[in-house]
């Protein structure tokens, strides 16, 4: 059912793609990409999605995020936002590849290495292809942020190589240091916990939660509409996914329990704070970055919980969250484009001028509160679930986060679609063709994939 899944998806974005102008460069990108998956796999027959090697595996944990890859850097084709130069294609082009590598890589080197390489490469689309001289400023809050969140990545990464002797994740490698030298025997229990802070830390720096969020905002402010979309579509993914490969076997470890109150109370407290932030913002990029800090936070504190539905509920809200952005930062940019300015106070009475635009971008605030029967949906009443099972307290916390999700979400709509102030610039500077089309294809893509992955679950 997964190949059949895939196969669908990329004829229907193939059908897609004959509407651009741009069709050959679309269609050649993006069947280099299939054709990549297709050697990854390894499988002619493509029978299979579940591909392993000693040094490379596609299976049911990575495969969503492969596939989000592909789905985001064709819809960037798509829109037309990759053709502004040929240095820009190549780097984008550079960081897809790595990207990929980072999720189906087994070494832990290697992962390393894609994953700081990423967030270089992202850095050089904020500083070149940035709009406004503030983006010195944001480049070098993300500078300082990422490279305190790499150097405790890049210790602990070394620690694991030279323990065990191997830069695979050979199991649990955890489970293989136990077994080598018997923590508990030898008293380096303290050692393990002091290895769990450290790497998930700087894996918190890049996710990022509150308290560690500043360069965010800021990043995707002064970033173009494509470094925006690749930073909440795919960057932050990254960390999603690290947390979740080196974590995942931890639970049966007594430092975890040990831990494990107190970091369910702090992620408890950054869900309500950054919600009251998201609601304070009257930039609309602001808004959005906030607003993905909300569900980056609930995928941290889900994942917490230890189980595996908790673990396939993270999953699922990464993918929805990755096209939900992207929808909503391309929005985003189109606003700028008609204003030039990301302010509310600007941004309003759209629905007298571009009704269907307003229609389109309700579809995409309708997902991103995890409107009945979205993918958001079925993530946030797991999310409850094993909350309410956890404590009383952090189900209070997930209802208010609910409640508070879809009050901004709301907000954000009156804002852009009735609010009354000057809406008299001008509209000429895009055609209607361009932003009904671009925006048509990312709410299509939306709803495709959530029916595709609601017929899996069910």
């Not at 990108?29 to 002619?44: A, R």
Request: charged share 5%; proline share 2%; hydrophobic share 60%.
């Amino acid at each position: 059912m997964e190949n059949l899944v895939f196969l669908l998806v990329h004829n229907l974005l193939l059908l897609i793609s004959f509407f651009n102008l741009n069709y050959l460069s679309v269609v050649s990108f993006y069947n280099f990409l299939f054709i990549y998956l297709l050697l990854l796999f390894n499988d002619s027959s493509f029978s299979s999605l579940v591909f392993n090697s000693l040094y490379f595996s596609l299976g049911s944990l990575n495969y969503l995020f492969v596939l989000l890859v592909v789905l985001v850097f064709f819809l960037l084709y798509v829109l037309e936002y990759l053709n502004l130069s040929y240095s820009l294609f190549y780097v984008i082009s550079l960081l897809s590849f790595f990207v990929s590598l980072f999720y189906t890589c087994n070494s832990l080197l290697y992962v390393f290495i894609c994953f700081e390489f990423s967030f270089f490469l992202l850095y050089l689309v904020i500083v070149v292809w940035g709009y406004n001289p503030e983006r010195i400023e944001a480049v070098s809050y993300f500078l300082i942020y990422s490279f305190c969140g790499s150097l405790p990545i890049f210790f602990a990464v070394s620690f694991m190589i030279v323990m065990s002797d191997s830069s695979l994740f050979v199991g649990s490698l955890f489970g293989v240091l136990e077994y080598s030298f018997g923590y508990s025997s030898l008293g380096l229990e303290w050692l393990f916990v002091f290895y769990f802070l450290v790497i998930i830390l700087g894996f918190f720096f890049k996710f990022p939660i509150w308290g560690l969020h500043s360069w965010l905002p800021k990043a995707h402010v002064e970033a173009p509409v494509l470094g925006s979309v690749l930073l909440a579509a795919l960057m932050v993914k990254l960390g999603v996914y690290g947390i979740i490969r080196y974590f995942s076997s931890l639970f049966g470890f007594s430092f975890v329990s040990f831990i494990f109150p107190f970091l369910f109370v702090y992620l408890s407290f950054s869900v309500f704070m950054s919600n009251f932030s998201t609601t304070r913002q009257f930039d609309n990029k602001s808004f959005i970055a906030y607003s993905s800090i909300v569900h980056m936070t609930m995928i941290a504190l889900t994942f917490w919980s230890g189980s595996l539905l908790s673990l396939f509920s993270a999953l699922i809200l990464s993918f929805s969250h990755g096209l939900i952005s992207l929808g909503l930062f391309v929005s985003s940019g189109y606003m700028y484009s008609l204003t030039h300015s990301r302010s509310f106070y600007l941004n309003r009475g759209y629905l007298y001028i571009y009704s269907l635009f307003v229609f389109l971008l309700s579809v995409l605030l309708v997902f991103n509160c995890s409107f009945p029967l979205s993918l958001g949906f079925f993530s946030e009443v797991i999310f409850i679930y094993l909350c309410s099972n956890v404590s009383f307290f952090s189900y209070i916390f997930m209802v208010f986060n609910v409640i508070f999700c879809g009050f901004y979400c709301v907000l954000f709509y009156l804002f852009v679609s009735l609010g009354f102030g000057s809406y008299t610039v001008s509209f000429s500077l895009i055609s209607d063709f361009s932003v009904y089309f671009s925006l048509f294809v990312v709410s299509l893509v939306c709803v495709l994939m959530m029916l595709a992955l609601s017929f899996l679950i069910f």
